[in-house]
């Protein structure tokens, strides 16, 4: 069965600091991989996925993320984090091709800015 | 409309009740998916369907729970004699392809006293 591991429940970073989230995941195949990010009181908005070819992926607001086979993770950067970068983020690996996109998240990442 | 569409944004319910979530997807897309949020769990699978076939069933977590979805379009999540674990923030998702990519909506938060 898959699964999502993000070891960090809560982070906290200085507005300017560099960021990195954590998602490690379980999957017998190669696997689709996405993070979501959800501000309060909204639904989940994708970042960024990952399905192929080039394993360092860039995504909307500034984020990236790299794809390690070797250490089934899948981590998610931003060199320099914004006040409004305050929200929970969640990763999510799903099946290949057809049979559905049926996605299995993390628990989520809370980051709070420091102004 | 230009998103997906989720109704009531907030119920309040008494234990017992049934309550009915709706659930509108962007135009187009094929598949529609409901998951739920508790607090501090993370997003757990509950049902999903595509185009005519049979939906998946395997994330709903009682027989209490049901969902259909007419024509293609609409769905409505059905929770029977809710009880206060059923409290959550009910989400819908809808995709179109194989590209993976879920569209959410902005959720549904049940509670139930």
């Known amino acids: 069965a898959q699964s999502v591991t993000q070891p960090d429940i809560h982070i906290t970073v200085s507005e300017g600091a560099s960021l990195e989230l954590r998602c490690n995941y379980s999957?017998?195949?190669?696997?689709?991989l996405f993070w979501y990010v959800q501000s309060p009181g909204q639904g989940l908005q994708l970042l960024l996925k990952?399905?192929?070819?080039?394993?360092l992926v860039q995504g909307i607001k500034g984020f990236e993320a790299e794809f390690k086979r070797s250490q089934s993770s899948f981590n998610l950067r931003k060199p320099s984090v914004h006040w409004s970068d305050a929200a929970e983020y969640f990763c999510a690996v799903g099946p290949l091709g057809g049979g559905g996109n049926k996605l299995t998240f993390g628990t989520g990442t809370q980051l709070k800015v420091e102004l | 409309g230009a998103g997906v569409s989720q109704s009531p944004s907030n119920k309040v319910t008494e234990k017992g009740k049934d309550v009915e979530l709706r659930c509108d997807p962007i135009?187009?897309?094929?598949?529609l998916y409901w998951y739920r949020q508790s607090l501090g769990q993370g997003l757990e699978f509950l049902i999903y369907?595509?185009?005519?076939?049979?939906?998946?069933k395997s994330g709903l977590p009682s027989d209490r729970f049901s969902a259909e979805r007419t024509g293609g379009s609409v769905s409505t999540l059905t929770i029977q004699r809710t009880q206060q674990e059923d409290s959550a923030v009910y989400l819908c998702?809808?995709?179109?392809?194989?590209?993976?990519?879920?569209?959410f909506g902005e959720g549904s938060r049940l509670t139930v006293l």
């Open positions: 135009s187009g897309h094929t598949a």
């Open positions: 369907f595509q185009g005519n076939s049979a939906p998946d």
């Open positions: 990952y399905f192929s070819g080039d394993t």
């Open positions: 999957y017998g195949a190669t696997p689709y």
């Open positions: 998702a809808s995709s179109q392809g194989s590209t993976g990519e879920l569209f």
